[in-house]
């Protein structure tokens, strides 16, 4: 049986939350304060996924960088892919909040959108 203490970062209380797998499936959680905390160690043990935000270089913008984000999770294990595809963005004004950015960034199935509005100038 393999054990794993994770601090949640479910909700503000940040428990300390024991995981214990056996053949790589949960078996238990203790720790948690709450229902989101039993969530996040399961998914974070067995699938770990995150949100990723950064910005872009914005040509012809009001602003020099846009701010952005992944629209939804990607594997974690992808994270420097996406940073990779975000970093060679070419990105030109005007953007606002939504906007899709970089398509299928990475091969995850999951847009970067932007996260303020840059008008023209």
Do not use: W
Request: proline share 4%; charged share 30%; net charge neutral.
């Amino acid at each position: 049986m393999t054990t794993k203490e994770l601090t949640c970062i479910g909700c503000p209380m940040g428990c300390l939350i024991t995981v214990q797998m056996e053949k790589g499936e949960v078996i238990s959680v203790e720790g948690n304060t709450c229902q989101k905390g039993d969530i996040y160690a399961r998914k974070e043990v067995t699938n770990p996924t995150r949100i990723v935000t950064s910005t872009v270089v914005i040509k012809d913008g009001d602003k020099p960088r846009l701010s952005v984000k992944t629209k939804n999770d990607i594997p974690k294990d992808k994270i420097f892919e996406v940073m990779k595809d975000i970093d060679a963005a070419d990105v030109t004004a005007p953007k606002h909040i939504g906007d899709v950015v970089v398509s299928n960034v990475a091969g995850t199935g999951v847009d970067v959108i932007a996260t303020r509005n840059i008008e023209k100038v």
